[in-house]
């Protein structure tokens, strides 16, 4: 694996994360993640990250949702997240998310979403003031991308009622360490800060932020199988991945699959679900 880095100065690095993740979303319903993950492992769901389904249950269990909660969902995408959530749960669903091309997309996708009790708003949640407290916050595997995560934690933390909950699925780095080169890696395809905690660490700064009660899940193991999925369906629907997005990136596809299943086998990375509340 060789990579060289184009990480740009610290004061710049936030806005090159969000720039290449509105790109990566765009390009959501491509084959690679229609025949490769959401198909084969989310119900045909447009959920990404390796918490999927199962840390969406995991959020209702956890905060206790029913209809008298209402959650927000930071990096809602393509919204069936938020609409998983209302229609299991009977919750009111916020879904806020950065790209415009993603809100569109999930207005278009969820056009009855508000009479079902979910909607969509677009923003920079780092410079967004919600209307309202809420319940419960929740997201998916977005904190790798943020590099101030101790302030966007303690903004959600005073946008939760007391004895709210936050709950989030997560990658950190593991005990085997990270080398230079496979940090650089991470930030290069998925925009992954430099700065990975461990899990100890991103506790630890729950804490230190005012979070108690804190639940954690080890769930690497499904990275592992998710990885190691996404290379049997890639190589079952290659012909028809290639056809819709090209050779180059059907092979970027199965090399990332590949250094990311290693990486969660060798302990490098690892992936946490964690549930929280207020004080």
């Not at 989310?42 to 956890?62: I, M, N, T």
């Not at 997309?105 to 969509?120: I, L, T």
């Not at 407290?133 to 946008?159: G, N, Q």
């Not at 996404?230 to 990332?256: F, P, Q």
Request: proline share 4%; with cysteine.
């Amino acid at each position: 694996m060789t990579t060289t880095t184009t990480r740009p100065a610290p004061d710049m690095v936030q806005d090159a994360v969000n720039e290449l993740q509105i790109r990566v979303w765009s390009g959501a319903d491509d084959p690679r993640f229609v025949l490769t993950i959401y198909e084969p492992l989310r119900e045909g769901k447009k959920v990404g990250s390796v918490g999927g389904l199962r840390f969406l249950d995991y959020v209702g269990a956890f905060a206790g949702l029913g209809p008298e909660h209402s959650v927000l969902e930071f990096g809602s995408g393509m919204g069936d997240a938020c609409e998983y959530i209302a229609s299991h749960f009977g919750s009111r669903v916020t879904g806020v998310e950065i790209g415009t091309g993603q809100i569109e997309r999930a207005r278009e996708r969820h056009g009855d979403s508000r009479s079902r009790n979910y909607d969509f708003i677009q923003a920079d949640f780092l410079n967004w003031q919600p209307p309202e407290l809420y319940d419960a916050v929740y997201f998916l595997e977005m904190l790798p991308i943020i590099e101030d995560c101790r302030t966007l934690l303690e903004k959600i933390h005073s946008w939760l009622k007391p004895g709210g909950t936050l709950a989030m699925s997560d990658i950190v780095a593991g005990p085997a360490g990270l080398t230079n080169e496979e940090r650089d890696f991470l930030w290069v395809e998925d925009g992954v800060v430099h700065s990975l905690p461990t899990q100890p660490e991103r506790v630890a700064m729950l804490r230190d932020v005012g979070f108690n009660d804190i639940d954690v899940t080890d769930i690497t193991h499904a990275g592992i199988m998710q990885n190691e999925r996404i290379l049997e369906e890639s190589d079952r629907h290659k012909a028809e991945i290639v056809d819709g997005v090209g050779i180059a990136k059907w092979e970027n596809w199965v090399e990332c699959a590949k250094v990311y299943g290693g990486f969660f086998v060798e302990r490098k990375l690892e992936c946490w679900i964690i549930g929280a509340r207020r004080v």
